[in-house]
């Protein structure tokens, strides 16, 4: 199936002009991204270069994409825009609210009837406004994307921070909140902060045990959580080229982990055979007719420092296979000193599970892959010592992995295959025992390993690797296998070795599938009906938040001052919470329940200034907000790192929160407080942090006489009576000091309508 051949033909027919025009404004050469992100600009050509990690600039990106969970709260702000149809090409996928837990047949079929409202209202709403719509079952939305509607050159933007996935196809894919995306779905110009750019140049050859996993695994290791933070990765390199289109879908989907606006590979002969392969040659051949203008120019690619911001070079021949984690995907170990780390470090040796698939690696590359390690288990008579499971990408993977005979390899060693959905990656796993909170050890090939993140035991130590590396390391049942080097015991007591991993890029008979799980919107969506039962505990219609007063906040109550990381998962965790990702309310109740309080040391434990009692956040923050008050967050480092939710941002409103005061953010959280008319704020001194106390009350100057390159004033008034003041900086621009006047973006949205 073809998918939006006409808009692609627009998008290439317009970019080598606008690539020159770019060219001449900045008189020098290229980077990929700099060309992607000068021909999607909104309006007028910019007369004055763009200046990185300064400017706010409008693009006009070419399609958005939303998964169940976050879809919901876009869609119910969407209806209330007053649009009759979506301006750009739009899709719904259905992956996020399936839970393992039987096997894929079992679980797909329970999930059907126990998220039934929830499908009925997004096929209805994508049904009546134009948007394509994938059934549950049909496969996780990044998979869909890659193989369906990624495009090298074009720009997208979509409501899970792993869409960036696409740049494995050449695509400025860009995580955002629901508020971003419903901005592109009414037509409105999307802005964004011009990125910064990281050059990474790859050299050399990947062989043996080594996959494309393994680059963005190290590469996390040296830019950590955050180093990517208002930064788009760009690829290239002879290395680059020498990569898979879905491998490099692998590195762009684990760029969420860094921080990174997105990541991006140059158009190469990989990409075209990957889309020629998914049907779309039409597309490939489009793309060679303008080959130069979808990769960086040779100039830049010759002496990157000059032109990117920073530069990082892997060599892929010396680079060895590692394993990430526990509990942050950026600790990264190089298997030939895991075992050691895992030894020093009181890590739970036994591996309970291995698990493999989802949105980062769940190509025919890596199945085969992961196959082909598994296939010597059995043909050499080893037993499999740990839990084995597989969650296959898309319909299409699926279908083609059983007719290849893959899922038979897999279930001679007692693999589980799980629903084409995302599953254990984010937390919908029903995991026999997990409760108990005991001590053990999985290993994935997923891209986040946070604390409780895939199974709900803050003692279970997640670390991440490749599929041929999980695979290999659930054989063995031990983290302290190194199939590089060791050997295992066979049935008959022999020492056996396994063999190098070998894969096939693509199937040799083609991709198969018998339905792909999509369906098409109605041509006139003017008649049918969305309705919302008022005693639904799952979706709910949003109301306006109330706009600003035109005063100084004064008397904010302090709610929490969070220690340490916290992630999106901390401020509003998924799992058996996403059931309420359409009710605001209902899902309110999880605010902040995972953030550890400063002042005890203990998650949802807060100490209220109303009958200095110690009770949950949610309670807290409500009780202030029903008696009038409003509250303050302080956060640490890289607050809302993590997944691109806004409901982590729309609680805190709902709750009353008015303003969220850190040491810095991650990029996504701090856009959609800012949407939501919170204000994000950070200190401009980061020992002030320490200043604050746990009864202070919290006023806010500045807001009154507000101009962007004015901070605002903090001050705290202990409860000794004393006060103190400090200085802290704000980064809103006019467009979105609005955004908080109205209350809202969305309220501004709504206004325009009137």
């Known amino acids: 199936m073809l998918f939006d051949i006409d808009l692609i033909k627009k998008v290439y027919a317009a970019l080598p002009a606008k690539v020159e025009q770019a060219r001449a404004l900045l008189g020098r050469p290229l980077t990929l991204t700099e060309k992607i992100l000068y021909a999607h600009i909104d309006g007028a050509f910019p007369k004055q270069p763009l200046e990185r990690g300064e400017s706010y600039v409008d693009f006009n990106p070419d399609r958005v994409a939303m998964q169940d969970a976050t879809a919901q709260m876009a869609l119910l702000q969407f209806m209330g825009a007053g649009k009759t149809k979506v301006a750009v090409p739009t899709t719904v996928h259905c992956d996020h609210l399936i839970q393992a837990k039987l096997g894929a047949e079992a679980d797909l079929k329970d999930a059907e009837t126990t998220n039934k409202e929830v499908y009925d209202f997004l096929a209805s709403v994508s049904n009546k406004y134009g948007i394509g719509f994938w059934k549950p079952g049909a496969g996780i939305i990044h998979q869909i994307v890659l193989e ?13 921070s792993h869409t960036v996935n696409a740049g494995g196809l050449g695509m400025v894919a860009i995580g955002v909140g629901g508020a971003d995306a419903v901005d592109v779905m009414v037509g409105m110009p999307w802005e964004l902060k011009f990125p910064k750019l990281i050059g990474v140049k790859l050299t050399g050859r990947m062989n043996g045990w080594t996959s494309a996993k393994d680059i963005i695994l190290k590469l996390a290791g040296i830019l950590t959580v955050d180093g990517g933070t208002d930064a788009i990765i760009e690829y290239f390199g002879e290395g680059a080229d020498s990569i898979s289109a879905t491998g490099k879908g692998t590195i ?141 990408g898309s319909e299409m993977i699926r279908y083609t992995m059983q007719r290849d005979g893959l899922l038979d390899v897999f279930d001679k060693i007692g693999g589980v295959v799980l629903a084409n959905a995302c599953g254990p990656c984010i937390g919908q796993w029903a995991r026999h025992n997990a409760d108990k909170g005991e001590r053990n050890s999985i290993i994935t090939s997923f891209n986040r390993n946070f604390a409780k993140r895939n199974d709900g035991n803050p003692n ?15 054989v063995a049942g031990s983290l302290k296998f190194n199939p590089l080097t060791d050997t295992l015991k066979n049935e008959k007591g022999e020492d056996v070795r396994l063999d190098e991993p070998q894969g096939f890029e693509l199937p040799i008979r083609g991709f198969d599938v018998a339905d792909n799980g999509y369906v098409a919107p109605a041509t006139d969506g003017s008649k049918v009906d969305v309705s919302i039962d008022s005693a639904s505990s799952r979706l709910q219609e949003l109301k306006p938040f109330e706009p600003w007063n035109g005063k100084d906040l004064k008397g904010l109550r302090l709610l929490i001052k969070v220690k340490g990381k916290c992630t999106t998962d901390h401020i509003s965790m998924a799992g058996p919470w996403l059931k309420y990702r359409g009710h605001l309310e209902n899902i309110s109740q999880n605010m902040l329940i995972g953030a550890t309080n400063f002042f005890n040391g203990h998650t949802n434990s807060v100490k209220s200034q109303l009958d200095h009692k110690f009770v949950p956040v949610p309670d807290a923050a409500k009780a202030y907000r029903d008696a009038g008050f409003k509250s303050i967050v302080i956060g640490d480092e890289n607050y809302g790192e ?45 020992s002030d942090y320490d200043r604050v106390r746990e009864d202070d009350i919290v006023d806010i100057l500045g807001l009154e006489s507000f101009h962007p390159s004015k901070n605002f004033t903090v001050v ?25 006047k109205a209350g809202s973006a969305l309220n501004l949205i709504r206004n325009s309508q009137k």
Not at 148 to 160: C, E, K, L, S
Not at 253 to 282: C, H, P, Q, W
Not at 651 to 675: C, D, M, W
């Open 252 to 392: 762009c989907n684990m760029g969420a982990e860094v921080g990174a606006t997105t990541s991006i590979f140059g158009f190469d002969d990989s990409m075209a055979r990957y889309l020629t392969a998914t049907g779309r040659k039409d597309v490939a051949d489009l793309a060679f007719q303008i080959k130069d203008d979808l990769r960086i120019d040779s100039e830049v690619a010759a002496n990157p420092e000059k032109y990117f911001d920073r530069v990082v070079e892997i060599n892929l021949s010396e680079l060895e296979p590692y394993v990430n984690g526990p509990f942050t995907p950026d600790k990264a170990w190089p298997i030939s000193q895991f075992a050691q780390a895992v030894e020093e470090n009181g890590y739970p040796e036994k591996l309970e599970v291995g698990l493999i698939g989802s949105c980062t690696n769940s190509s025919y590359e890596d199945i085969t892959r992961a196959a082909s390690v598994a296939a010597q288990a059995a043909q050499k008579n080893i037993k499999v010592k740990s839990e084995f499971t597989i969650t296959p």
């Open 716 to 740: 705290l008034t202990h409860r000794d009576g004393t006060t103190e003041s400090f200085e802290v900086a704000q980064t809103y621009n006019e467009n979105q000091f609005e955004w908080f």
């Open 460 to 474: 279970t130590f997640a670390f991440v690797a490749s599929p041929e590396i999980v695979t290999a390391l659930a």
């Open 642 to 686: 993590g997944s691109s939710r806004e409901h982590a941002a729309m609680e805190p409103r709902y709750l009353g929160v008015a303003v969220i005061l850190a040491k810095s953010f991650a990029r996504i959280h701090q856009t959609n407080l800012k949407k939501q008319g919170v204000l994000a704020l950070t200190f401009v001194d980061k």
């Open 148 to 160: 369906n509607y990624a495009f090298p050159g074009g720009m997208m933007v979509g409501t899970d």
